[in-house]
C-alpha cells in the first residue's frame, strides 16, 4: 500500500536521524551535567534506538524475521578489513601522539577524551575494560543490526543497493562526527578524516552484507576496530603519558 510505504519511509528517516540527536543531547547538551544523568539520556536513548527496527518490522509490519545462526562467510574478508583498519589507526594515533601534535600529551584533545570517560563514571581499568568489551563485543553487533540489517536492508526495497549504501553510511556516520567534533575540534583534519573513515567503513560493511547475507562477517569487522579504538583510549587514559 502506498501510504504504508510512506510511513515506512518516515521510519527509515527517523532512524536515521536519530543517533545523531541522541549523541547531540547526551555528548554534546548533557555534557557538563552529573554523570547519572547523562548515562540514563544515553541508556534510554540506546534503548529506543535499538528497539525501533524490531517493533517496526515484527509488531507494526507483521513481517517475519528471526535471528540467524552462525555463518562463516564474509568472515574472513572482515577479519582482514578490521585489522587493517585497526593498524592503520594506531599507527596514525603514534605519529599524532608527540608533544605540541593532536593527540600530544598537551592536547585539548587528550583532555577531553579523559573527561569524557571519567563523566560516564570510568574512573579505573576495570571498568574501562568492561566498557570496551560491551563495545567490542555487544554494541558493535546492535550497529551492524540496526545500520546494516535495518537501515540499509530496507533502503535497499525502494533504491539501488550503492544509493542504500551511501544514505546509510552518512547516518551511520552523522553521530561520530559529533563525537569527532568534540574531541578534536570541528576545525582539525582529524575529525575529518576520522568521519571520513567512518563512511567508507560504512560502506564497506553494506557491500560485505549485501555479498553474503549475513551480519556475522560485519558484526565481527566492526567488532575488531571498536577493540582497537578502545585500545588507544586506554593508552590515552591509564598508561604514561610519557609514551
Same mark, same amino acid.
Given at each position: 500500500?502506498?501510504?504504508?510505504?510512506?510511513?515506512?519511509?518516515?521510519?527509515?528517516?527517523? @532512524?536515521?536521524?536519530?543517533?545523531?540527536?541522541?549523541?547531540?543531547?547526551?555528548?554534546?547538551?548533557?555534557?557538563?551535567?552529573?554523570?547519572?544523568?547523562?548515562?540514563? @539520556?544515553?541508556?534510554?536513548?540506546?534503548?529506543?534506538?535499538?528497539?525501533?527496527?524490531?517493533?517496526?518490522?515484527?509488531?507494526?509490519? /507483521?513481517?517475519?524475521?528471526?535471528?540467524?545462526?552462525?555463518?562463516?562467510?564474509?568472515?574472513?574478508?572482515?577479519?582482514?578489513?578490521?585489522? @587493517?583498519?585497526?593498524?592503520?589507526?594506531?599507527?596514525?594515533?603514534?605519529?599524532?601522539?608527540?608533544?605540541?601534535?593532536?593527540?600530544?600529551?598537551?592536547?585539548?584533545?587528550?583532555?577531553?577524551? /579523559?573527561?569524557?570517560?571519567?563523566?560516564?563514571?570510568?574512573?579505573?581499568?576495570? %571498568?574501562?575494560?568492561?566498557?570496551?568489551?560491551?563495545?567490542?563485543?555487544?554494541?558493535?553487533?546492535?550497529?551492524?543490526?540496526?545500520?546494516?540489517?535495518?537501515?540499509?536492508? /530496507?533502503?535497499?526495497?525502494?533504491?539501488?543497493?550503492?544509493?542504500?549504501?551511501?544514505?546509510?553510511?552518512?547516518?551511520?556516520?552523522?553521530?561520530?562526527?559529533?563525537?569527532?567534533?568534540?574531541?578534536?575540534?570541528? %576545525?582539525?583534519?582529524?575529525?575529518?578524516?576520522?568521519?571520513?573513515?567512518? %563512511?567508507?567503513?560504512?560502506?564497506?560493511?553494506?557491500?560485505?552484507?549485501? /555479498?553474503?547475507?549475513?551480519?556475522?562477517?560485519?558484526?565481527?569487522?566492526?567488532?575488531?576496530?571498536?577493540?582497537?579504538?578502545?585500545?588507544?583510549?586506554?593508552?590515552?587514559?591509564?598508561?604514561?603519558?610519557?609514551?
Amino acid at each position: 500500500m502506498k501510504w504504508f510505504s510512506r510511513l515506512d519511509g518516515i521510519v527509515l528517516l527517523v @532512524a536515521i536521524i536519530f543517533p545523531f540527536f541522541l549523541t547531540f543531547v547526551y555528548f554534546v547538551l548533557l555534557a557538563g551535567s552529573p554523570g547519572g544523568i547523562q548515562k540514563l @539520556a544515553y541508556s534510554v536513548g540506546k534503548i529506543l534506538q535499538f528497539a525501533l527496527p524490531v517493533f517496526w518490522v515484527g509488531v507494526v509490519c /507483521r513481517e517475519h524475521w528471526f535471528v540467524r545462526r552462525f555463518q562463516n562467510r564474509g568472515i574472513l574478508e572482515g577479519v582482514i578489513f578490521g585489522i @587493517a583498519v585497526s593498524l592503520a589507526m594506531l599507527l596514525i594515533y603514534f605519529l599524532f601522539s608527540f608533544p605540541g601534535t593532536a593527540l600530544g600529551i598537551d592536547s585539548a584533545a587528550r583532555f577531553e577524551i /579523559r573527561n569524557k570517560i571519567q563523566g560516564f563514571g570510568v574512573n579505573n581499568k576495570q %571498568a574501562f575494560f568492561l566498557l570496551a568489551v560491551f563495545y567490542s563485543v555487544i554494541h558493535s553487533g546492535l550497529e551492524e543490526y540496526y545500520w546494516r540489517w535495518f537501515v540499509f536492508g /530496507r533502503l535497499r526495497r525502494g533504491m539501488s543497493w550503492l544509493l542504500a549504501a551511501i544514505i546509510s553510511s552518512l547516518g551511520f556516520t552523522a553521530h561520530h562526527v559529533l563525537l569527532l567534533g568534540t574531541y578534536f575540534g570541528y %576545525a582539525s583534519p582529524l575529525c575529518w578524516l576520522g568521519s571520513l573513515g567512518v %563512511a567508507v567503513g560504512g560502506l564497506y560493511w553494506a557491500w560485505l552484507y549485501k /555479498r553474503n547475507d549475513s551480519i556475522w562477517g560485519v558484526w565481527i569487522s566492526h567488532g575488531i576496530i571498536d577493540a582497537a579504538i578502545f585500545t588507544i583510549g586506554f593508552i590515552i587514559c591509564f598508561m604514561s603519558d610519557t609514551l
